[in-house]
């Protein structure tokens, strides 16, 4: 049990990390592949949580379909995110 | 600056908030009532190996109904926006060849990345995944397809061919559960077999079936619908 306690704790900073990574970079390319990752590490915390069939789909649909499409939408834009501060 | 200060401050408002209804509940040690009922009397009920699958597919299927109607109201609208020019003109779309490894490779992984898909979602009432599992596996082989060859063509009339079929047939079977059975989507209508077999949970294979071939190809719609949009600007 404790094994599976700390491994939940690391999947939450690495959440918190890539989110983090996520807002506040300039890049969107590092923004939209961040949101994949945050994807990732829920998928696998759900995994950790004993919700099978909510991993999988929060695998195929969240860290799969939703960055594909971020992607092809960012491709059309194709502008830079310029520092609003 | 201002800005930041304030999108701070809330997230330490709802940190704060959050961490304040940790005393609130303690963890329960036994299920309530109507999980009780589902855990223990699901499986003779319904035939199902996997609880979640009875859940969604029997107890609540009413939610699994407009679940997929929000689905098809999502693909339409994005169909409907993103208008992919008039019927048997296809732009070719002017990008640099893709490389040999990438064709090559999705030429091996692409029909299994379809085999797992289609394998979730027939066998959704014994293993977990399911229908939109399933189908959004099947998606992501066709976005490996569009990936590695842009300029193939989609036929989208089979797309939605495929999709208005199976969302008719889904619909048609929840009445047949009326007519048939006790209720919407009730799963007697076929027999229950040997539990723990593929021929086992009456109508749920089925229904499965028409969910995953659904939602698979709604999502292949949007993707495909993304990709080749002639509009200039989103």
């Known amino acids: ?13 690495a959440i918190l990390v890539m989110a983090f990574i996520a ?10 592949i961040a949101a994949g990752a945050v ?12 919700a ?15 960055t594909i499409i971020f992607f092809y939408v960012l491709n059309k834009i194709k502008k830079e995110r310029k520092d609003h501060a | 600056m201002l800005k930041k200060v304030f999108v701070l401050a809330v997230l330490a408002v709802f940190a704060l ?11 329960g040690t036994e299920l309530n009532e109507v999980a009780t009922r589902y855990a223990e009397d699901g499986p003779q009920e319904v035939g199902a190996a996997n609880l979640v699958t009875a859940v969604i597919v029997t107890y609540r299927g009413l939610d699994t109904l ?17 208008a992919t020019g008039r019927k048997g003109e296809h732009v070719p779309p002017t990008v640099r060849n893709t490389s040999e490894i990438l064709q090559t490779a999705s030429r091996v992984i692409t029909p299994v990345i379809f085999l797992i898909g289609i394998y979730v979602f027939i066998n959704g009432h014994l293993t ?8 959004a596996i099947v998606a992501s082989g066709l976005v490996l397809m569009l990936l590695a060859n842009p300029g193939r063509k989609v036929s989208h009339s089979l797309i939605s061919a495929v999709e208005s079929i199976s969302g008719i047939s889904f619909v048609l079977l929840g009445i047949l559960g009326i007519i048939l059975a006790s209720g919407f989507l009730d799963n007697s209508i076929l027999g229950y077999g040997r539990f723990g077999t593929l021929f086992s949970a009456g109508a749920i294979p089925v229904i499965y079936i028409f969910v995953g071939l659904k939602v698979g190809s709604e999502l292949s719609g949007i993707v495909s619908n993304l990709q080749q949009t002639t509009k200039e600007d989103i």
Do not use: C, H
């Open chain 2, 66 to 82: 407009g679940e997929v109607t929000i689905l098809f109201l999502t693909a339409s609208i994005i169909g409907f926006f993103l």
């Open chain 1, 23 to 32: 807002a506040e970079n300039k890049k969107l390319v590092v923004s939209i």
């Open chain 1, 52 to 66: 099978p069939d909510v991993a999988m789909t929060e695998a195929a649909i969240g860290s799969g379909l939703s």
């Open chain 2, 128 to 135: 977990p995944g399911g229908g939109f599992q399933g189908g």
């Open chain 2, 17 to 27: 908030l959050l961490f304040r209804s940790f005393g609130w509940t303690d963890a």
């Open chain 1, 1 to 13: 049990m404790m094994t599976l306690k700390i491994i939940a704790i690391l999947l939450g900073l």
């Open chain 1, 39 to 50: 994807s990732l590490f829920a998928s696998v915390l759900y995994l950790v949580l004993e």
